[in-house]
């Protein structure tokens, strides 16, 4: 069978281009844009009456960030500084002007109580440290740590709950 000089050549940079695609970093880029996170939050803004504190409806809007971390590490990832950059963009917006944010940090249940605590503090201080790099106003960014006392997932030791997330906080 014969190849055409075209075919030769496509399969040629292909063979030549494998070796490197295995070593390039792969990037897909942020999981959600600032008008997703402008969609989630601006809505928030809007108060009505609420009877029942348990009901969905009265539950202040709140968003996984997609900050994960590596085992036993406060240290951003790049694909976290590609959210968390999305994010700060959001704040930025008008639409959510004057909106202050609780960024909660999490571990996952490996570890004692207290240190998880404080790592899971330093996680929300360094999301919220980068939150400022990118220009964010300190004071609509509270950071707070809850440890392993909030788990995401059913497993406690899974690598999902080590995470960062934000909601609104009263106003």
């Known amino acids: 069978m ?8 496509a399969f040629a940079a292909v ?13 897909a880029g942020p999981a959600y844009t600032a008008d997703d996170v402008v969609n989630v939050f601006g809505k928030g803004k809007v108060r009505s009456l609420c009877f ?7 539950q202040p809007p709140k968003m996984d960030l997609l900050v994960t971390f590596e085992f036993n590490s ?13 994010f700060a963009k ?19 249940a490996t570890g004692a109580e207290q240190y998880n605590l404080g790592l899971s503090e330093r996680r929300a201080s360094s999301a919220v440290a980068y ?7 300190a ?16 497993d406690p ?9 934000a909601h609104l906080l009263d106003q």
């Open 90 to 108: 959001a704040m930025k917006d008008p639409r959510l002007n004057g909106t202050k944010f609780e960024i909660d940090g999490h571990t996952d």
């Open 139 to 154: 004071d609509d960014l509270k950071a707070k740590g809850f440890g392993k006392t909030k788990p995401r997932v059913a």
């Open 52 to 58: 029942r504190k348990d009901d969905p409806a009265c």
């Open 2 to 9: 014969r190849m055409s000089s075209l075919s030769a050549a």
């Open 157 to 165: 030791f899974s690598a999902e709950n080590r995470r960062v997330e």
């Open 131 to 137: 939150l400022e790099s990118l220009g964010v106003t």
């Open 74 to 86: 406060d240290q951003l990832t790049q694909a976290a500084k590609e959210n968390l950059a999305q």
């Open 15 to 27: 063979l030549f281009a494998a070796p490197f695609a295995a070593t390039a970093p792969a990037s």
